[in-house]
């Protein structure tokens, strides 16, 4: 009878060591799987804060960039009202009231010259100092999406669950039995390869087409702005006829009016060299000839981002993806999250894989939205449609 007794003992106890055992197993792969889940999570919305704040830095430099040629066109046009009103003026003070009425204008006019002219080149340092600033930040979050720091952010996550728990370890992903451990090493070598090279650093110039296309539509979307900047992209002197700020007017049909008033930026790798011109001409008609006589220039107007600010730099460098006609455009995140076999609840190694995506997303509110890009536009880091989630992805979407 003892023997029997003793048996059902070391059975019983044997059952509830081997429940514990895998209660504990099944909790190890529960915290696991969550810690997994929770650093690629973070991953992928750690890289898709930061691919939008390129965007909008991206953003902010053209608005900088097309704030000095505004600016600069302005200037030119205060020149040439400057020198028109103090031509009228010459002859309205002599008479009465009017006179008087044309020298208050002409004050005013002097003085919004002049303050414009004094602060301008200050202005256009700040601004240029600015996108210098947001370029070299680009770079730090640029270096802030690489797998080494994108590494360090997951282990951070995964050790608020367990000290013990460690991402995207080689080593690690080695000690899995094959061929699991292989396809993860392959994987987390993968993911370190291409990263590297889905961004890369873009310089404005002639032969940038994305980029000077999208500087002429933004000026183009905004018709006011478009006006003062409308010319062509030259470095040579403002070519009349070219640009927005133009009209014409006809007394009687013996005297003529025209205004002409283009913007040029130079095709300059920093994008920079605004220059503008502004000109009222007047013509008469010759009734002994009935023809028109040629145009005279009654009053002009030149200004250049350069002669205001000594040496304007403009955008030099700007951070774009490396292969935008790839669709759909996303970067996948990897978190393989590994537990060693020193375990005391645990003799063997677990391991799982979350994994985190990154997209480019046009928002619901853009549905309407004429302002917003086409839903078959390719993916671009000048708009901050980037979102993160977690995604079910096989080893394959890695390679």
Known sequence: MLPVLLAIILVI????????????????????VNAADAAAYSGA????????????????????????????AYISWLRYVDQAV?????????????????????RTVRGARTAMEK???????????LTDLMSAAQLDMRREIMPWHLNA?????????????KVNDLKAAGAIPAPYGTGLQGLLASWWATSVRRIETGRPSRNDDAFNHLLASTIDEDRQLSRWLRGRISSRTPRYGTGG???????????????????????????????????????????????WRSWGTVASGQASADALAGDYRGIKRYQTLTNATKSPYQF????????????????????????????YRLPSSCRNDRHCPSRTA??????????????????????
């Open 119 to 129: 602060t301008s080149g200050g202005l256009i340092k700040g601004l240029d100092a």
């Open 332 to 359: 996948l995140i990897p978190a393989v999250v590994t537990t060693g076999a020193d375990r005391e609840q645990d003799a063997g190694l677990h391991a799982h894989l979350s994994t985190g995506e990154v997209a």
């Open 245 to 291: 700020r133009t009209w014409s007017e006809s007394l009687f049909n013996v005297v003529r009016f025209r205004k002409q008033g283009p913007t040029n930026q130079a095709p300059l790798p920093s994008a920079g060299g605004w220059r503008s011109a502004d000109r009222l001409q007047v013509s008469f008609f010759d009734l002994g000839k009935l023809r």
């Open 45 to 72: 919305v750690w890289t898709a804060r930061r691919l939008n704040l390129m965007a909008y830095t991206n953003r902010a430099m053209i608005a900088n960039h097309i704030a000095v040629g505004h600016l600069v």
């Open 86 to 106: 103090d031509r009228i003026s010459r002859f309205a003070r002599y008479i009465p009231y009017i006179g008087a009425a044309v020298e208050s204008g002409r």
């Open 13 to 32: 106890t044997t059952v509830i060591a081997l429940t514990q055992r895998t209660t504990q197993a099944l909790g190890t792969e529960t915290t696991l």
């Open 153 to 165: 952010v997951m282990q951070a996550v995964v050790e608020e669950t367990d000290d013990a728990f």
């Open 378 to 399: 390719p993916a671009t880091l000048f708009n901050p449609y980037w979102e993160a989630r977690l995604a079910p992805v096989s080893l394959k979407d890695f390679s």
